[in-house]
């Protein structure tokens, strides 16, 4: 493990399913690198119980409880970091889904992160800025996976919703990103999943601890610092855009990006003979192949 050098010192933070798997692992990565403080929303009240004390609010709370997202926004107003983290696998053909278990996937994965920004996205204005993570998958827009119809489509609309809210709030200082990562390892979760996921190359499966370091880097002002360096290196791209005739130009501009290993593509702004990085739009996180 790295040793903590304080990436996130001072920041308050917010993180869902927090409890247990990649939730817990990175509030664990915010506390590490000096968080002030870590507000873990989950359910299961036993496992958020293990959670350490120091410089963390345990909230028992639904996500699909809108009055109470209100309550802890009114509670906790200051939050630097919001990590949409929480999500649930709904696996079954369409032909076999329920109506209510479409709307339940919907309102966990989906809703309760529209209800969270719009709860806590004013005071983040308000106070100059911020960092949005919100938790996808590659079951989503990315790729399809067997039995994963319902999932897959909330995780999409996770992505659609990232990429609006980081277009209506980039003048804001608010930086958003979506995270979506390849089956993370875990008792249910081996082998037959690398294979069917065709990271025979890796030969293992992501670790939470992995996904946490990168929710660690966009929640820290590193990626502002990257965010800078690519738009710095991206000259050619901009004189393209420039000389190109302005309808021509998409309002959005989606571009590839070469660090390795970690993020697949940037979506870019063109606005006022400006190019904006907006978003980080993927994690690539292994080489699947897409
Ligand atoms: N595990 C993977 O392989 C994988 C891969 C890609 C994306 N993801 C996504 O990462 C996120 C975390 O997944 P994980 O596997 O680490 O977590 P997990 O499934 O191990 O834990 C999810 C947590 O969410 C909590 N939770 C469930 N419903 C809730 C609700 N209504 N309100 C509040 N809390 C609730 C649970 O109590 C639990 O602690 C999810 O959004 C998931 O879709 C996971």
């Not at 990315?142 to 659609?160: F, H, P």
């Not at 875990?186 to 690398?194: D, K, M, T």
């Not at 004189?239 to 070469?258: G, P, Q, Y």
Request: hydrophobic share 40%.
């Amino acid at each position: 493990m790295a040793s903590p050098t304080g990436r996130l010192s001072g920041k308050r933070c917010l993180v869902t399913a927090a409890a247990q798997g990649i939730g817990r692992a990175t509030v664990e990565a915010f506390l590490r690198e000096g968080a002030a403080l870590v507000v873990a929303v989950d359910i299961n009240v036993e496992k958020l119980n293990e959670l350490p004390s120091d410089r963390v609010v345990r909230r028992v709370l639904d996500v699909r409880d809108g009055e109470g997202i209100k309550a802890l926004a009114r509670d906790y107003p200051d939050i630097d970091v919001l990590f949409n983290c929480v999500g649930i696998v709904h696996q079954s053909p369409l032909l076999e889904t329920a109506d209510q278990e479409w709307d339940n996937s919907f309102d966990v994965n989906v809703k309760s992160m529209f209800l969270f920004c719009r709860e806590f996205l004013p005071k983040m204005i308000s106070l100059g800025g911020g960092s949005i993570i919100n938790m996808a998958s590659v079951a989503s827009s990315l790729r399809a996976i067997n039995c994963r119809c319902v999932y897959g489509a909330t995780k999409a609309a996770i992505i659609g919703l990232t990429k609006g809210l980081a277009m209506e709030h980039v003048q804001d200082g608010i930086r958003c990103n979506v995270v979506c990562p390849s089956p993370i390892a875990s008792p249910n979760n081996r082998l037959e999943h690398i294979i069917f996921m065709g990271n025979k190359r890796i030969g293992r499966l992501a670790k939470a601890e992995e996904v946490a370091n990168l929710c660690l880097f966009l929640a820290s002002n590193e990626e502002g610092r990257v965010l800078q360096h690519i738009r710095e290196k991206n000259e050619k791209l901009i004189k393209l855009l420039r000389s190109a005739k302005r309808r021509e130009v998409n309002e959005h501009f989606c571009c590839s990006c070469s660090l390795p290993g970690i993020v697949r593509n940037i979506l870019y702004k063109y606005r006022d003979d400006e190019l904006f990085p907006l978003l980080f739009l993927v994690h690539k996180y292994f080489p699947i192949k897409l």
